[in-house]
């Protein structure tokens, strides 16, 4: 599977962004997604995972900020990012578990 990430950039803090994720083939409605993320200096860490029957998880430093989703009919995992804060700067990367596919990156940039 290919995994193509968008919707990076730079933002003011408090604001918002929507990562997408566009995914190939014919089995991403059946596939557990996620989202990480990688800071400079630090390891990549686990943001929000969604499996396929739409039960999501995050963690805890963005509970209540972040939202996961995914739209089976466009094969399409999102990333909805409010209240941002100069903390979530990072490379924000889409991944599929079964396979262990990672797409591109994304960056996302936050300014105090």
């Known amino acids: 599977v290919q995994l193509q990430a968008s919707g990076g950039g730079l933002v003011q803090a408090g604001g918002s962004l929507r990562l997408s994720c566009a995914a190939s083939g014919s089995m991403f409605r059946f596939r557990s997604m996620e989202w990480y993320r990688q800071a400079p200096g630090k390891q990549r860490e686990l943001v929000a995972s969604?499996?396929?029957?739409?039960?999501?998880i995050y963690a805890e430093s963005v509970k209540g900020r972040f939202t996961i989703s995914r739209d089976n009919a466009k094969n399409t995992l999102y990333l909805q990012m409010n209240s941002l804060k100069p903390e979530d700067t990072a490379v924000y990367y889409c991944?599929?578990?079964?396979?262990?596919?990672w797409g591109q990156g994304t960056l996302v940039t936050v300014s105090s």
């Open positions: 969604i499996t396929s029957y739409s039960t999501t």
């Open positions: 991944h599929q578990r079964q396979g262990d596919s």
